[in-house]
């Protein structure tokens, strides 16, 4: 079988693209099934229907195997689920049910500001039912008597995500978490799970014998985070150092991610320095939150973990809809949010807190660090980067701390850092 | 007898402003006379002239009778102590001497940019005398010898303030001060005393039994507060974890604080999260200090307290003028300032710091605290606020820091804990 | 003998300005032997060639006698060290070559931005040779064959250095270096040296017994500091709370300095403070370094020292040049930086850190020290400089930091400080 890197990330994203997925059910088995097959260190845990999580219960299990809108008259079906998963409400209760235009309507969600896209609706925690549709569509729906037809089930079952954890030579851990329980859109979110399994797969390609721990999740959002949270609560809190949660990781438009509720941790440092010469980068405040992050760092949880984007979810127009599909992902928008992780898992494992091992300046000039002649230059000098993170290098400041005050792409003092360490001028300080 | 807050706190103020008072003398007896008739709470202290504080030697007691310029040729009076105390420079001694205009001029204080206005003047620490006229009828003062008479006297005798404490279940007190040294103006300083007997009178209803306990002090300005602060030192240094100076809280025209010393505390943090949404509302660093902040946030008493202000002592043209009336001091300003400050009191007796119960965000929608069905919304999210309160609900962010970090009125913010306390979502991690 | 400073500072440094001086040899010699005569406190420390301090290595013995270019055709010669020691490249190895005038070119440096200004060039730790002239003589030089003639030595020998300590009450350290390694160069670097020995000879005859310890290093820059502090380093590790590296002080242009690498320490708040109201203030951020504070604030070594600078190295045309002569280094120049360190060491002996005597405010106007009578303002009030000292005065903020929160220039704070002090009102808190 071939390695989850051999495979281009835009092919895994298109082959799980079209299942329908939700908090349980089948479609989170098949995905996680998937992920499972490439990376035998993810774990699959199950809990019950009806189970307490802190404040929530598991919900019942939901399954579904078709639905539609059939004008009775004409035959004619509308909202197919087969056609496209989204057509139905998320976790719609059964029904079969003859119904005039008038009742239907009110059951239909259409976006009003756009009126070729069909909207992403979910009623997970009341039983109720609905169709989505573009408002397009709706209008043109003829006058008559239709059938509201869903063929699902919602009943005691289980609820279930895997974990991954690859052990470094510290217990300290950096985190990786997605979710895998939206049904058919590209960037919300098939992106951020082939991410996060491409992260483990560098990893484990990369560093045989990592230095720190390396920990994933991939979990139904919020219900199947807590979840999670509430099974690894006591390692999690004791061990992870950095946390990022990878949602709408898929598209080329630029980078951003939201800040911890007090913007001061290692994970904000590492984002704010990877996103140093990037386009259109930018940082979001913990009030802008809304993906998993509101788990992952809510009081008495706490974990220094923020959500990485390229677009934020909420701010594309294409966010929770039928147009958040492949014209908006490509391979290059995976790729360049997998570089930008790989970039801080690099930063990691070359050694996370520079120390100098010598006390003042080393003398560069006689490892050819440096220019020889003295002449008075113009401009930077070739050497002032190297010079400026021996100068920040106390053993404290993390890369990152150092990227971001001396505002220099992470990619390029990773390179000077390498060089130092060759050269003995400097060594890790591990946290 | 009625209750303080049965009387409208216009006609407590118009009562009490006739008064001419100053920093000892029959002026402080019969205001402190007053508020205690409402208050038993209120205890007086006295501390006879002569004695040391600190720095200080409690001065010579001050009464007067009378005091006017009477022009010896036509038997006409001016400056009547009679019409405006105003007219008399504080602290005055005695006088009855004749004198020629040129010579009298020396000792009559007037505005340069009102010509209508009488000055508000003091020598409390100089034995000196002089009068006060409008420019106006300064210049109007016909030629011709007069007579300054001043039926003043300044004798050994007491400074007198009074303090109250109501106990509550923790030994940390709320403390509010203001002082009742100024004769008749209204603004500064009625006001201050008129809304602190109405949070005093606030607390003792709305809170039979409360959490924290308050403290009040009125005293003469400066030297009265110093005297104060050395009988009390060891309480307010071990127990004041909030306080709060009144001056100038009875005008329209917005809401001020001046900053302690750092800019670091609890109060500053309350009067910041009170001021939201407030027009025209302004903070003063603490260099723009100048009422009984002084001396509570010397070096060495540190006592975490602001001075309160509608438009602040010295920014408004009337402030020590004559035309600091009830022009300017309206019922509703008094009124929103005691509005403001019982907030405050509601946020300490609500709980002061609320603590999510459970880790992770709490399902709200189970209680009907948050939409059942995922809509993509417009705008801002229905439960935003609430959701952002428990964000922030660590058990160590005051409501003022949470109120202040989500930029919420404090009101709202207060409404929205007491609906997640009622649903035991979170609870109160007492300071 | 006369002391250093009845000698006219300008007058010193023209003195010594023709000696060429680099990081070894007669010039470091000549220069040290004149500043231990007038300063018996400068100890002289050598160090052997070949000795190792931290990752570097003392280098050879550099000395010079003559160098010049010679026209074989014409007899005429040019770069002649005799005239301007610029025109050789600071430890060249000695040559006699015949070379043609397009394989001379290349050892040849000039400055491409300036045609009539000779540039200073070195190849300390490359053993090398060349000869710097302007551009203007360089395109002069007449085609034929030449002589180039170096009668330098490269030999075993010593690195000098001299350092003092003052000793006083506390073992606490004020430290103040400078470079003695730049040849025929005013600004920088001779005006350094001058105003450190100014500043040792103004504490000697001011503070006879001092409460503060001041040490004082001449070290030639980069290898002589590192030299030295491994000399001293626990001492210096342990004692100096306060440090300034001195260059570029000569000229009239501005006032600037170094931040420390966090800006963070009481030596950024004192030169923060010393900049207060002078025209044309400007600091630089760490990142901007390029002096010896390079080495004094490496990681590991972490001394709280700024460099002070007039126009700081780099950011003015003549540096490294010919024109860095007495048209930019002025007598005023120097005093004025004499004056601004002058002022530093006395807050340091005034007290550093004043502390209230009596809690809350004191009574200044039974002292004379505040207006008696109590008049509305206009502007600023005559006290307000001293009342706002007196609320900063807590014995934890130093005079510097005060000067910075109220915007006071330092000598303005110093009178204050002074008044208050002989009234009993302050007391220092020594660090």
Redesign the interface.
């Known amino acids: 079988m071939s390695h989850y890197l051999d495979i281009k990330l835009i092919d895994h994203a298109k082959h799980l693209y079209p299942i329908c997925r939700s908090l349980t059910g089948e479609g989170v088995r098949k995905t996680l099934d998937y992920f499972e097959c490439f990376h035998k260190e993810l774990k699959r845990y199950k809990i019950k229907s009806g189970e307490k999580v ?4 598991i919900p019942l299990e939901w399954n579904i195997k078709d639905a539609y809108i059939e004008n009775l008259d004409t035959g004619q079906k509308y909202a197919e689920f087969k056609r496209n998963n989204l057509h139905v ?1 998320g976790y719609s209760k059964p029904i079969n049910r003859e119904i005039d235009l008038s009742t239907l309507s009110k059951k239909i ?1 259409t ?1 009003n500001y756009q009126e070729e896209w069909i ?8 039983q ?1 039912w ?1 169709f989505c549709l573009s408002e397009k569509d709706k209008n043109n729906l003829p006058e008559g008597n239709y059938k509201a037809f869903i063929d699902s089930t919602l009943k005691e079952g289980y609820l279930e995500y895997s974990t991954a954890l690859i052990k470094g030579k510290s217990k300290k851990e950096i985190f990786f978490s997605s979710y895998i329980c939206h049904p058919s859109m590209a960037n919300n979110e098939i992106s951020g799970p082939i991410v996060l399994c491409a992260i483990l797969d560098y990893i484990k390609k990369q560093y045989k014998s990592p230095k720190y721990s390396y920990r994933f999740a991939l979990t139904p959002e ?1 219900i199947g985070s ?1 979840a999670f ?2 099974k690894f ?1 006591k390692k999690l809190k004791k061990n992870v150092i950095c946390g990022f949660n990878l949602s709408c990781v898929g598209d080329e438009r630029g980078y951003s991610f939201v800040q911890t ?1 007090y913007n001061n941790t290692i994970t904000d440092s590492a984002l704010r320095a990877s996103l140093i010469g990037k386009n259109n980068a930018k940082e979001y405040s ?2 802008e ?1 809304g993906s998993d992050e ?2 992952y ?6 974990i220094p973990l923020c959500t990485f984007c390229k677009s934020k979810f ?1 701010e594309y127009p294409e ?3 039928s147009a958040d599909n492949f014209d908006l992902v490509t391979d290059k928008g995976l790729q360049d949010s997998f570089e930008v992780m790989k970039t801080i898992v690099d930063c990691f494992e070359l050694g996370l807190r520079p ?2 091992i ?6 560069l ?2 490892r050819n660090l440096y220019p ?5 230059c113009e401009g930077r000098h070739p050497a002032q980067t190297r ?2 993170i ?6 404290k400041n993390s890369v990152f701390d150092i990227a971001n ?2 505002q220099i792409e992470l990619k390029k003092v990773i390179s000077e850092i390498t060089l130092l360490k060759e050269n003995n ?1 400097i060594k890790d300080n591990m946290l």
Not at 358 to 363: F, I, N, V, Y
């Open positions: 802190y404040d929530w219960e409400v969600y976006l909207p992403y609706i979910t009623t997970y925690y009341k109720d609905g919020t807590i949270i509430k609560e509720p913990f009030l939150r509101r788990q760092c809510s009081p008495g949880v706490d909420g966010y929770h809809t120390l100098l010598k006390k003042c300046e080393p003398q000039g006689k020889t002649i003295s002449i008075k010079m400026d021996l100068a920040y290098s106390n053993g005050t001396i001028i």
